[in-house]
């Protein structure tokens, strides 16, 4: 059974192959078989549909030129070039298959492999040695010129880059700080609604900059599940995030949060649209799924007297992708 | 052209540089007939329309990332704080006569090239092109494709609008995740933390218009060059041996069609850049790391690397508190590694254990006549593929309502059973195909049966006749 299953597979793909392929190619035969061979000559409507192909190549390009002065609208310029190359292309295939002289040819194919040069290139290449006596410590004092030469001119690479641990550890949260909006307005605790999604930064700072932007959420603050160090962290519930994702730095733009009861199975997450990182609000940003190593970092936040909201303090970790040897 | 104007020209150059012996080598050099040779080609003829294409838009495009308040055509963006980058890719679409139709004509061109080295490279796989004597060309091959895909995401991610910098964020991940050199290197090639400074755009600046287009142009010479000294390969056929090559002159009917093929991939590629809108950057907005959007696709050439991120599982390695291999490296620098690696590999791997055959080959193989290379190879492009497709699993939910979390575990799933199907599937086809030889439906495949004179019937010997049979069916 299962091997008429297989005929049949094969039948029906070979059925596809041969239906594809007009001729079936010969069959291999002689090998003194000679298949070169000349056809000249061409049925007359070939040159008379050359001849109106190539007069209508310059009315196309004439069309293009002028349409590109008058009207230089992409969809008929586009259509104009296009239409010029195709006809190009028509008269020239038409041309090289049916017009020209359609020969087969025969060429020899050279095969290189000449041990005799070989040995004659390693002969005169050994004797440019001959008569001296210290040859491993020479090559060893060119090797080690050569070397210190390489590192010499790859020292500039240096000047590529400044120094990385200052550069990736900066950070401009720290408590008392502000957050304000993209127009630099601070922003009230009240403005924060539940199933609303604002990006907030540092007062001040630059936006830029990959630590700057967070994510301000509000959940219940009953439905929290995060340590009891980070309890007072998200006063009336409103929870701060870093809004680059800890996988490979993408913004984080999109937010899962359930509204209604028939989608309350899962909690609110934040989900990052690159490669769909998933991370529980509830739950200190944990990676909940996706490919993100390292929960996203949480900004405490505080409330102040006029009821703005302010950082408690410095990010929980590290914002963004992890590199080799990072403090995580 | 009569035969005395054509021969000035000839005799000049030949007088001066000797060059008539090499002009009739040219004229006089083989191509094998088979459609599956026209791909490397149409790889060609994209890159040429590239180079024009790009010419034009380096003329207005400004490699800076200086930002100005925009106050042109679009009222969309009207008042947003842009780059020069954004602002003079808005202002070539816009408003240079056209601009939009080089664009978008240099996009679907990148896209092109790369799928067409891609199919060239499966057909030169399957048919075993890669062996002796052109292992060495091969090599440049899957160079030539890992610089196009650089080349091609440097491309995309010049102009700085939203999607550029989704792209080059994640780039700059995978930089970072490197085992050791990771921190230091992507910090100096950005000039600091991504987004980095003004001097990573001119960088991707001079790779895209000078760095990588120049070498991808040497190694094509190079690539072309290597192919006329050692001819054409060619499969088997009436007359064909592994000592000539039999086809169709390069003068004069040769020379015609594929210029023919040229004007025909031009004339598709500016067609479709006048007709079919590709990366409308004025909808994508510009880039600030703290924007992203949803469904966004990379070109199709990077969609296996998208894929095998969004496929790998949060595995990140540390020891004691500190990272050594972030995520990121699975997906964006040891898959495609591997990728690569067995790529290069291919040649020695099928001298030693595949084929087992250390000789030099210049015709080709049917992919039947070689099951076993032909399973694993489909079997390693089935992987990629599964990959790929995993890419684009949020478009699947999008599109058709697929849940994109158990999408992804089928897709994790099918990365590693689909391989072995196909190995097995495959292996079959090609021993059943080698059975039959001839076409199934075509060839003599039946059985002839005699009646004897109790009215039943008897199958009879495959090597008698039918008259033999009916003597056998008579005496009985
Ligand atoms: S960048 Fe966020 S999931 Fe990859």
């Given at each position: 059974?299962?091997?008429?299953?297989?005929?049949?597979l094969v039948?029906l793909?070979?059925?596809a192959?041969?239906?594809?392929?007009?001729?079936?190619r010969?069959?291999?035969r002689?090998r003194?078989?000679d298949?070169?061979?000349?056809?000249?000559?061409?049925?007359a409507?070939?040159e008379?549909?050359?001849?109106?192909l190539?007069?209508?190549?310059?009315?196309?390009?004439?069309a293009?030129?002028?349409?590109?002065?008058?009207?230089p609208?992409?969809?008929?310029l586009?259509l104009?070039?296009?239409?010029?190359?195709?006809?190009?292309?028509?008269?020239?295939?038409?041309?090289?298959?049916?017009?020209?002289?359609?020969?087969?040819?025969?060429?020899?194919?050279?095969i290189p492999?000449?041990?005799q040069a070989?040995d004659e290139?390693?002969?005169?290449?050994?004797?440019?040695?001959d008569?001296?006596?210290?040859r491993?410590l020479?090559?060893?004092a060119?090797?080690?010129a050569g070397?210190?030469?390489?590192a010499?001119?790859?020292?500039p690479?240096?000047?590529?880059?400044?120094?990385i641990e200052?550069?990736?550890?900066?950070?401009?949260?720290?408590?008392g700080?502000?957050?304000?909006?993209?127009?630099g307005?601070?922003?009230?605790?009240a403005?924060?609604?539940?199933?609303?999604?604002?990006?907030?930064?540092p007062?001040?700072?630059?936006?830029?900059n990959?630590?700057?932007p967070?994510?301000?959420?509000r959940v219940?603050p009953a439905?929290?599940?995060?340590?009891?160090?980070?309890?007072?962290?998200?006063?009336?519930?409103?929870?701060a995030?870093s809004?680059?994702?800890?996988?490979?730095?993408?913004?984080?733009?999109?937010?899962r949060?359930?509204?209604?009861?028939?989608?309350?199975s899962?909690?609110?997450?934040l989900?990052?649209p690159c490669?769909?990182?998933?991370?529980?609000?509830?739950?200190s940003g944990r990676?909940?799924f996706?490919?993100?190593?390292?929960?996203?970092?949480q900004l405490p936040?505080?409330?102040d007297?006029?009821?703005?909201?302010?950082?408690?303090?410095?990010l929980?970790?590290?914002v963004?992708?992890s590199?080799w040897?990072?403090?995580? | 052209?009569?035969?005395?104007?054509?021969?000035?020209?000839?005799?000049?150059?030949?007088?001066?540089?000797?060059?008539?012996r090499g002009?009739?080598?040219?004229m006089?050099?083989?191509?094998p007939?088979?459609?599956?040779?026209?791909?490397?080609?149409?790889?060609l003829?994209?890159?040429?329309?590239?180079?024009?294409?790009?010419?034009?838009?380096?003329?207005?495009f400004?490699?800076?990332?200086?930002?100005?308040?925009?106050h042109?055509?679009?009222?969309?963006l009207?008042?947003?704080?842009?780059?020069?980058?954004?602002?003079?890719?808005?202002?070539?679409s816009?408003?240079?006569s056209g601009?939009?139709?080089?664009?978008?004509?240099?996009h679907?061109a990148?896209?092109?090239?790369?799928?067409a080295?891609?199919l060239?490279?499966l057909?030169?796989?399957?048919?075993g092109a890669?062996?002796?004597?052109?292992?060495?060309?091969?090599?440049?091959?899957?160079?030539?494709?890992?610089l196009?895909?650089?080349?091609g995401?440097?491309g995309?991610?010049?102009?700085?609008?939203?999607?550029?910098?989704?792209g080059?964020?994640i780039?700059?991940?995978?930089?970072m995740?490197l085992p050791?050199?990771?921190?230091p290197?992507?910090?100096?090639?950005?000039?600091?933390?991504f987004?980095?400074?003004s001097?990573f755009?001119?960088r991707?600046?001079?790779a895209?218009v000078?760095v990588?287009?120049?070498?991808l142009?040497?190694?094509?010479?190079?690539?072309?060059?290597?192919?006329?000294?050692?001819r054409?390969?060619q499969?088997?056929?009436?007359?064909?041996?592994?000592?000539?090559?039999v086809?169709?002159p390069?003068w004069?009917?040769?020379a015609l069609?594929?210029?023919?093929l040229?004007?025909?991939?031009?004339?598709v590629?500016?067609?479709?850049g006048?007709?079919i809108q590709i990366?409308?950057?004025w909808l994508?907005?510009?880039?600030?790391?703290?924007?992203?959007?949803?469904?966004?696709?990379?070109?199709?050439?990077l969609g296996w690397l998208i894929g095998a991120?969004r496929?790998?599982?949060?595995?990140?390695?540390?020891?004691?508190?500190?990272?050594?291999?972030?995520n990121p490296?699975?997906?964006?620098?040891l898959?495609?590694?591997?990728?690569?690696?067995l790529?290069?590999a291919?040649?020695?791997l099928?001298?030693?254990?595949?084929s087992r055959?250390?000789a030099?080959h210049?015709?080709?193989?049917?992919?039947r006549e070689?099951?076993?290379?032909?399973?694993l190879?489909a079997?390693?492009?089935s992987?990629?593929?599964i990959?790929?497709a995993?890419?684009?699993?949020?478009r699947?939910?999008?599109?058709f309502g697929f849940g994109y979390e158990?999408?992804i575990?089928?897709?994790?799933?099918?990365f590693?059973?689909?391989?072995?199907a196909?190995?097995v599937?495959?292996r079959r086809?090609?021993?059943?195909?080698a059975?039959?030889r001839?076409?199934?439906?075509?060839?003599?495949?039946?059985r002839?049966?005699?009646?004897?004179?109790?009215g039943?019937?008897?199958p009879?010997?495959?090597g008698?006749t039918?008259?033999?049979a009916s003597?056998?069916?008579?005496s009985t």
């Amino acid at each position: 059974m299962a091997s008429r299953l297989w005929k049949a597979l094969v039948v029906l793909v070979l059925w596809a192959w041969g239906a594809l392929r007009p001729r079936r190619r010969a069959r291999a035969r002689r090998r003194e078989v000679d298949p070169s061979r000349r056809d000249a000559g061409s049925p007359a409507w070939v040159e008379r549909t050359l001849l109106g192909l190539l007069a209508a190549i310059p009315l196309s390009c004439a069309a293009f030129a002028v349409l590109y002065i008058l009207d230089p609208n992409t969809q008929l310029l586009g259509l104009a070039l296009g239409a010029a190359l195709a006809l190009l292309a028509a008269a020239l295939i038409l041309a090289g298959k049916r017009l020209l002289p359609q020969e087969t040819k025969v060429e020899e194919r050279p095969i290189p492999g000449d041990r005799q040069a070989v040995d004659e290139v390693l002969e005169q290449a050994h004797a440019a040695t001959d008569g001296i006596t210290r040859r491993g410590l020479l090559l060893g004092a060119a090797g080690a010129a050569g070397a210190g030469l390489t590192a010499a001119v790859a020292v500039p690479v240096v000047a590529l880059g400044p120094g990385i641990e200052d550069q990736l550890s900066r950070t401009p949260w720290h408590a008392g700080r502000a957050l304000v909006d993209e127009q630099g307005a601070p922003l009230a605790a009240a403005a924060i609604r539940e199933g609303s999604f604002v990006t907030a930064f540092p007062e001040g700072a630059d936006k830029e900059n990959l630590d700057a932007p967070v994510v301000l959420v509000r959940v219940d603050p009953a439905s929290l599940r995060a340590s009891s160090e980070r309890a007072g962290w998200a006063p009336m519930g409103i929870l701060a995030y870093s809004k680059i994702c800890t996988h490979a730095a993408c913004a984080i733009s999109l937010y899962r949060a359930p509204l209604s009861p028939s989608t309350q199975s899962r909690g609110p997450a934040l989900v990052c649209p690159c490669h769909y990182s998933t991370f529980d609000v509830l739950d200190s940003g944990r990676v909940e799924f996706g490919p993100a190593g390292r929960p996203l970092p949480q900004l405490p936040l505080s409330i102040d007297a006029q009821g703005t909201l302010r950082a408690a303090g410095p990010l929980s970790g590290p914002v963004g992708p992890s590199w080799w040897g990072d403090a995580r | 052209m009569s035969r005395r104007s054509a021969r000035d020209p000839v005799e000049f150059v030949e007088e001066r540089l000797g060059g008539a012996r090499g002009l009739r080598f040219l004229m006089s050099y083989v191509f094998p007939d088979h459609w599956s040779f026209l791909l490397g080609e149409v790889a060609l003829y994209a890159f040429v329309v590239l180079i024009a294409t790009g010419t034009f838009l380096a003329l207005f495009f400004s490699p800076d990332l200086g930002t100005a308040v925009y106050h042109g055509s679009d009222p969309a963006l009207q008042g947003q704080s842009i780059s020069s980058a954004y602002a003079s890719t808005l202002k070539l679409s816009y408003h240079v006569s056209g601009g939009l139709l080089m664009r978008q004509t240099h996009h679907w061109a990148a896209l092109l090239f790369l799928a067409a080295i891609t199919l060239h490279l499966l057909r030169i796989v399957f048919t075993g092109a890669f062996r002796k004597p052109r292992d060495i060309n091969y090599f440049i091959g899957v160079t030539l494709l890992a610089l196009a895909i650089l080349e091609g995401f440097a491309g995309y991610s010049l102009p700085d609008d939203l999607l550029s910098g989704m792209g080059l964020a994640i780039a700059w991940a995978v930089a970072m995740s490197l085992p050791l050199i990771g921190g230091p290197f992507a910090t100096a090639l950005w000039g600091g933390r991504f987004p980095g400074t003004s001097v990573f755009e001119s960088r991707l600046y001079i790779a895209h218009v000078f760095v990588l287009p120049a070498i991808l142009a040497t190694l094509i010479a190079v690539h072309l060059a290597i192919i006329m000294r050692q001819r054409h390969s060619q499969f088997p056929g009436p007359g064909r041996r592994e000592d000539n090559v039999v086809g169709t002159p390069m003068w004069p009917a040769y020379a015609l069609r594929s210029l023919g093929l040229f004007a025909a991939v031009a004339a598709v590629l500016v067609l479709m850049g006048g007709l079919i809108q590709i990366n409308p950057v004025w909808l994508w907005g510009p880039y600030h790391p703290y924007l992203g959007t949803n469904g966004a696709q990379p070109d199709w050439y990077l969609g296996w690397l998208i894929g095998a991120l969004r496929l790998m599982p949060n595995l990140e390695i540390s020891v004691f508190g500190h990272t050594l291999v972030p995520n990121p490296f699975f997906g964006g620098v040891l898959f495609p590694t591997v990728v690569f690696a067995l790529l290069y590999a291919l040649p020695w791997l099928d001298r030693r254990f595949i084929s087992r055959d250390p000789a030099r080959h210049d015709l080709l193989q049917s992919p039947r006549e070689n099951p076993r290379r032909t399973a694993l190879a489909a079997a390693v492009f089935s992987a990629v593929a599964i990959v790929f497709a995993a890419g684009s699993a949020d478009r699947m939910f999008f599109q058709f309502g697929f849940g994109y979390e158990g999408a992804i575990w089928f897709f994790r799933g099918a990365f590693l059973a689909i391989p072995v199907a196909v190995f097995v599937i495959t292996r079959r086809i090609c021993l059943e195909l080698a059975v039959e030889r001839e076409h199934p439906l075509r060839g003599w495949s039946g059985r002839i049966v005699a009646r004897d004179a109790s009215g039943g019937f008897a199958p009879v010997d495959a090597g008698s006749t039918i008259s033999e049979a009916s003597d056998h069916g008579g005496s009985t």
